[in-house]
C-alpha cells in the first residue's frame, strides 16, 4: 500500500472517531439539558432599566471554530476565531424622553484570537495575539418631525450592499 492510500486511510477513520466522541458529547449535552431551564436562558433579562422609557440591550456572538489539518505525515488541531464573522460584544441603548424624540447609541467591539486567517498547517505555534476592534461607537437623535441625524464610527448607509449574495453559498473561501 502506497504511503498516500496509507496516509488517507488513517485520515478517514481519526475523522470517524472525533465524530464519534462529539456524538458523545451532543448527547450527553442533551440529556443534561433540560428544555425549561434553556428556555429561561434565553428570556432573562440581563441588562434592564427601571424607566418604561429607557431602553439598553447586551447582545455578542461567540464565532469560535476548531481546525484540523493532516499533511501526511502528522496532523493538528488549531482553536480559532472565525475571520469571516469574529467573536463580539456590544451594547445598544435608547431613551424616549419627550413623545416623538428618542436618542440612544451604540457601542461594539469585535474580539478575534487566532483570527483562522492566520493559521495553517506551516505554523508552528498558532498562537496569535488577540485583536480588538472597535466596530460601533455612535450616537443618534431620532426626531418624529425632523429625521435622524447619527454622530460617531457606526454604520454607513451602503454598510452591507456589496455582501449580498444572490448564490445563495454564502461565506466561500478564499485562497491567500
Do not use: C
Not at 57 to 70: K, M, T
Not at 138 to 144: K, R
Request: proline residues 1%.
Amino acid at each position: 500500500m502506497n504511503s498516500s492510500r496509507h496516509s488517507w486511510i488513517n485520515q478517514a477513520k481519526e475523522i470517524v472517531a472525533l465524530k464519534e466522541q462529539l456524538g458523545g458529547v451532543s448527547k450527553a449535552i442533551e440529556q443534561k439539558a433540560d428544555t425549561k431551564d434553556v428556555i429561561a436562558l434565553e428570556t432573562v433579562e440581563v441588562v434592564n432599566s427601571k424607566s418604561k422609557n429607557v431602553t439598553v440591550s447586551l447582545y455578542g456572538q461567540v464565532n469560535r471554530a476548531v481546525l484540523w489539518s493532516e499533511n501526511g505525515d502528522s496532523s493538528k488541531v488549531s482553536f480559532v476565531d472565525n475571520s469571516n464573522s469574529q467573536s463580539r460584544i456590544g451594547i445598544n441603548a435608547s431613551a424616549s424622553p419627550v413623545e416623538g424624540l428618542s436618542v440612544g447609541g451604540k457601542i461594539e467591539y469585535g474580539v478575534k484570537s487566532n483570527a483562522s486567517s492566520d493559521i495553517s498547517q506551516n505554523v508552528t505555534n498558532d498562537t496569535t495575539s488577540v485583536n480588538w476592534n472597535l466596530h460601533h461607537a455612535d450616537i443618534f437623535i431620532t426626531s418624529d418631525s425632523l429625521g435622524k441625524i447619527s454622530l460617531g464610527h457606526g454604520s454607513a448607509a451602503s454598510d452591507g450592499t456589496s455582501e449580498v449574495d444572490l448564490s445563495g453559498t454564502s461565506v466561500v473561501p478564499t485562497l491567500t
